[in-house]
T-cell receptor, first 115, second 117 residues
């Protein structure tokens, strides 16, 4: 079956612009996670969605970052007024939220470059 | 303090030999899960193997096995009969649940494995 898909695969933007990154989770997976992978910080959790519950935004690095999930499926991560330190690979993962292991399956990522 | 420690930035192994990638973790939660992911140069994170904190036996998945030593808080990945396609970055990760529903993963910094022909 289809895995997690993300778009765009690459995004180059200028400092100060807003960007939107999209994630399509595996069909039927109710949990969705965003992570960021950068050279300096490694892999970091950003935000978590589960069904219709309020998202866990505890990993978002600043208020310039926001995310939404429409209809319990597709998610969009928005970064406003991008900064050079936002350059990273943004990874989305989904899981079925069944009993353990509740494995997270990752998409190919979006590589964001802020000039 | 780091929750997941991978002390080997890089490892080399000859094709067809076995290799062990080290991972130690730190948690006070009695319920947790340990995962290994592979990230080839293409960038996608590929799930390899899982070990639950209450599992009595070490996990195995094909050529992958997890050497789980709970008292030492280690969860080393063993790859048997290495193949050229095993060359990649390998990440150890832990999920914890302290009452909520967020099983976010905390990752180590990774080990870059190179398989030599």
């Amino acid at each position: 079956g289809a895995g997690v898909s993300q778009s765009p695969s690459n995004k180059v933007t200028e400092k100060g612009k807003d960007v939107e990154l999209r994630c399509d989770p595996i069909s039927g997976h109710t949990a969705l996670y965003w992570y960021r992978q950068s050279l300096g910080q490694g892999l970091e959790f950003l935000i978590y969605f589960q069904g219709n519950s309020a998202p866990d935004k505890s990993g978002l690095p600043s208020d310039r970052f926001s995310a939404e999930r429409t209809g319990g499926s597709v998610s969009t991560l928005t970064i406003q007024r991008t900064q050079q330190e936002d350059s990273a690979v943004y990874l989305c993962a989904s899981s079925p939220r069944t009993a353990p292991p509740d494995t997270q399956y990752f998409g190919p990522g979006t590589r964001l470059t802020v000039l | 303090a780091q929750k997941i420690t991978q002390t080997q930035p890089g490892m080399f192994v000859q094709e067809k030999e076995a290799v062990t990638l080290d991972c130690t973790y730190d948690t006070s939660d009695p319920s947790y899960g340990l995962f290994w992911y592979k990230q080839p140069s293409s960038g996608e994170m590929i799930f390899l193997i899982y070990q639950g904190s209450y599992d009595q036996q070490n996990a195995t998945e094909g050529r992958y096995s997890l050497n789980f030593q709970k008292a030492r808080k280690s969860a080393n990945l063993v790859i048997s009969a290495s193949q050229l396609g095993d060359s990649a970055m390998y990440f150890c990760a832990m999920s914890e649940n302290s009452g909520g529903s967020n099983y976010k993963l905390t990752f180590g910094k990774g080990t870059l494995l190179t398989v030599n022909p």
